[in-house]
């Protein structure tokens, strides 16, 4: 049973900063392309940023440029760091494989950008 479970969101102001982490357990992570997603009240979820297992990133265009993502096999774990962060980025985080979510969705962390 692969568990993914994702933290580090919070409440920051317009242009400050987070770092979101996955962990990932139960699976072969290095060779899975893994890819960060959010659902922003009332939207449906979509893709944010992805990376392959030898690091190679995608980014959707409204982050382009303002997020990164990468990963540490050695840990299970990927991550987010986000800057200049916008009220728009404001939606609920999640990690899964990339394109499509195989695995089951973990419980998503919380990013709301406000002043």
């Known amino acids: 049973q692969v568990q993914l479970v994702e933290s580090g969101g919070g409440l920051v102001q317009p242009g400050g900063s987070l770092r979101l982490s996955c962990a990932a357990s139960g699976t072969a992570f290095s060779s899975n392309t893994m890819g960060w997603y959010r659902q922003a009240p009332g939207k449906q979820r979509e893709s944010v940023a992805r990376?392959?297992?030898?690091?190679?990133?995608n980014y959707a265009d409204s982050v382009k440029g303002r997020f990164t993502i990468s990963r540490d096999n050695a840990k299970n774990t990927v991550y987010l760091q986000m800057n200049n962060l916008k009220p728009e980025d404001t939606a609920v985080y999640y990690c899964?494989?990339?394109?499509?979510?195989?695995?089951?969705w973990g419980q998503g962390t919380r990013v709301t950008v406000s002043s």
């Open positions: 899964n494989t990339a394109p499509l979510g195989v695995y089951k």
């Open positions: 990376i392959t297992g030898t690091g190679t990133t």
